[in-house]
Every structure is written in C-alpha cells, then in structure tokens.
C-alpha cells in the first residue's frame, strides 16, 4: 500500500470549514483514497472514501486531484465535536488485510 | 442500528491469567480483524478472519489466539505468554470483496475498544 503525508497537526474556528490535506504521490490507479478520524479513546471511525471523482456524503467532502497525488478532506462547517486525530490512507479496493494507520494531522476545532 | 460491539470497555488482567475480549458485529460483515494501539501510536494487526472457522495471523499474533465460530463473532484471547499486554485494543469488520485485486473499495468499520491494564 501507498504511504502518505499529512500535516502534524491543524487549528480550526468553530463554524468554519476545516481543510484536510494528503499527499499520497506514490499511489496507484486501482488504490483508493479513505479517511478515518480517531476521538480520544475511541475506536477510529470511517468518514469517506474515494477512487477518483470527489465524493460528499453527511460527514465531510472529499476532493481528490486530477492526477491524483493529493486529496483534501472537507469539514464543512466544523464543530468541536470534530476535534481529533484524522488518517489518510491509501489501499487497494480489494484488500482484504490490515489498514496502515500513519501519524495522522491532530485538528484542533477552537471556539 | 448496526454495528460493533466490544466488551468490557475495561479489563485488567493478573500476572499467569488469560483474559478473552468480546467483539460482536451485526453488519453481516464477512470479514474481522483485531488490532492493537499502543500510546501515541498507530494500530497493529493481531489477527484476521475473513470466514467462519478461518483466520490469519497478523504483525503481532505472539500471545494471542482467536476463534471465529460465528460470522458475527470474533473473541480474542490474550494469553499468560504476552508479556506487554497493556494497550487499547481494537475490533473492526469489512465487507467481503468478491475480488483481491479489485472490485469496489470497502472500509473497515471500528468498535470503541477495549483498554486492558495489568494489575
């Protein structure tokens, strides 16, 4: 699986939108974009995931690039309840194995 | 609603004791996984099943077992022979992919987790 490149940690206003980056230069055409957020204590929850076109679903919105090195999580309207550790991760859509937790980017939602 | 759950939210263990951690998935999910997250780090895979009465070892099996005698099942045991067995333990399952290298992406879905400390 690809490895990617998040920022260590990120600050957000309350009612802002909050924008995730992820470098993942080295992936492959039939490896997908997934993001996972992790609230302290808790087990990671799933947010989206994407191939190629941008997807939204109630959660967040995901804006993966036309060559499709770089993607962006979208937290439309943040809230401190979205305070936490969020992963970028990169898998073949088929896999059936383990999933490669990085250090993932700490957002801060502040009042 | 659907979903996993992990029992106790809490467990200690005594020094020479097995202990086994429940996870139970109503997804109808044909795939189970057990990872183990250390402080300030990421997760590391324990074991596998991807059928009933069937799984793999994962990065980190030394100590463990599991059994997979239900699809909606997954126990995980933590044996007297894991010496560091101080973590936050994670159960997930995924949706079966008729193809490995391809097919629609699945993602893996989290219990809350079970903390075991040593007494």
């Known amino acids: 699986d690809a490895k990617t490149t998040q920022p260590t940690s990120m600050d957000c206003a309350e009612g802002r939108a909050a924008n995730l980056p992820c470098n993942h230069s080295?992936?492959?055409?039939?490896?997908?974009v997934y993001w996972y957020r992790q609230i302290h204590s808790q087990g990671p929850q799933y947010i989206i995931h994407?191939?190629?076109n941008n997807e939204t679903n109630e959660m967040a919105s995901l804006i993966i690039t036309e060559d499709r090195k770089s993607s962006t999580l979208i937290l439309p309207h943040a809230t401190l309840r979205d305070t936490a550790v969020y992963y970028c991760?990169?898998?073949?859509?088929?896999?059936?194995?383990?999933?490669?937790f990085g250090k993932g980017t700490k957002l801060s939602v502040k009042p | 609603d659907g979903g996993i759950t992990q029992s106790p939210k809490y467990l200690f263990r005594k020094e020479g004791q097995n202990v086994t951690l429940s996870c139970e998935q109503n997804?109808?999910?044909?795939?189970m996984y057990w990872y183990r997250q250390d402080p300030g780090q990421g997760l590391r895979l324990i074991y596998y099943?991807?059928?009933?009465?069937?799984?793999q070892k994962g990065d980190i099996a030394e100590g463990y077992s599991v059994s997979r005698e239900k699809k909606e099942s997954f126990p995980l045991t933590v044996t007297s022979a894991q010496k560091n067995p101080t973590a936050f333990y994670l159960c997930?399952?995924?949706?079966?992919?008729?193809?490995?290298?391809?097919?629609?992406?699945?993602?893996?879905?989290f219990g809350d987790g079970t903390r075991l400390s040593i007494l």
């Open positions: 991760i990169v898998r073949y859509g088929g896999s059936q194995g383990n999933l490669i």
């Open positions: 080295t992936i492959s055409g039939n490896e997908y």
């Open positions: 994407g191939l190629k």
């Open positions: 997804l109808n999910h044909d795939a």
């Open positions: 099943s991807q059928i009933v009465n069937d799984f």
């Open positions: 997930a399952s995924q949706r079966q992919n008729p193809s490995q290298t391809g097919g629609p992406g699945q993602p893996q879905h």
